[in-house]
């Protein structure tokens, strides 16, 4: 019946419905109308690719993070007054993390979050090796809000922090120091030989830890160092695989 | 409507003169409302004056708030909507005027936004998701007409349905439609060159 009353559908009832189309709420004959017209027309399609190209773009666009002190003065020129403790909402879960943030803001305060994909053990390697640069100790791991969503939520400005740090010489050698902690406080764990580790907390070449004797020796020899000295080899290798491409992705950007 | 009557409640508390409530709302709403000037100025600095203004006009006019007439959600558009349109009218924003006069292909660097695109070498997936793009995207919007930017702007970033959308902009329905397929495509062919690659 419907068929026999509406024509075979038109380019600009088409390009009337586009929105729809999009959508994908057309339905009924409407819906058949279309697709027997957009078999049939070229042009037609191109529009509808065209249109659905520009909503994708759109939809890529993340939410813009407003400045600090945006809810401050809105709320300084209206009702002049500050933030009170509480009444300000604060999400749940918010925890070493959000204070780890505040920590660091002012060290990262220009640093945007640009994007590189990378493996998650990468993430949380980087967000342990962060908390022991801002005075947060290995041992006290099991004390901290570890979930995995809290995590996941960091990872991407983790991961750009960390690439910042190569960027600069001088957080390099802040790292490898502290690197060199973190291992010190992780051995024992790992080597259940807390005795040695206390009389030899670095690598040496001439008399290797039961630790170095599992890296292979050419390694060792290349990248390790002397007591004292930072500690390069103690990487994990998807580290420093990580670096020379981010670089990369920097000078192309 | 839950969430309505919450919002509602929220806003008689405001006007009765409970501070706290005042302060819920500007936590509550004010991502939204940066969001929308941040994006419809192409400014950080711009969007933080103006998200500020609106604050203070919602402030002082939060009593003219009509629950009978539409959710709070879409009158706080509406009065971000209006102050934006007020600001570009009276021209308190030329240099964002002037851009929006530039040509697609007036980078200083001489090269199209697709051409900029395609010279990262990366993969669809990441090209959508990088930080340049992200750039690329913002800058396209900028070059769109006020009309038509306002509209892909609260559909495709803020996903307000047509009906509300027609509310804010005071317009029909149809019209609103019109002017996103107008948005998208016109911002589809600033960045075409690269999605054609992409696919
Ligand atoms: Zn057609």
Redesign the interface.
Known sequence: MAGEIHSEMQCNQV??L??EI?DGTLQGETLKGFETHQQSCASCRA?ID???????????????E??RN??H???A???G?L??E????KPRGEGWLERLKGRLAPMFAPI????F?MSFGMAFFSITMLLGIAGFHFADVRHWDLSSKGIRRSYYEAQVRVMRYYENVRWVYEIESRVRDLRRAGAPDQNAQPQQQQEAPAPNPKNPSKSDNRRPGPQRQNYSRGNGEPVLATFPAVMLAAIPQARQNRR?? | MDDNQAVNALVRRCVSGD??A???I??QY??RI??IC??FSGS?DD??DL??EV??KM?RTLSTFDTTRASFMTWVTTVTRNLLVDHFRKGKYDRITDSLDAAPGDQEDGLTFAERLE???LSP??R???????KL??E??RRLSPELREA?ILR??QDMD?KDIAKVLNVPE?TV?SR??R???????L??RN?KQAN
Do not use: C
């Open positions: 390009e009337a586009l929105a999009l529009m065209e249109a659905r190209a520009g909503m994708n773009w759109l939809e890529a666009l993340d939410e813009a407003p400045p945006l809810v003065n809105i709320l020129q209206t009702i007054a933030p009170s509480h009444a300000v909402v945007a979050t640009p994007r994909a192309t950007a | 501070a706290a005042w302060q819920e500007v936590q004010h991502r940066y969001n941040y994006r950080a969007a933080s998200a500020q604050f203070i402030y010279d990262k070498g997936e990441a959508v998701r990088s930080q340049e793009t992200q995207v913002h396209a919007l892909v495709d970033l047509y149809g439609k996103i397929n948005g998208r495509t016109e911002l589809a062919r960045l075409q999605y």
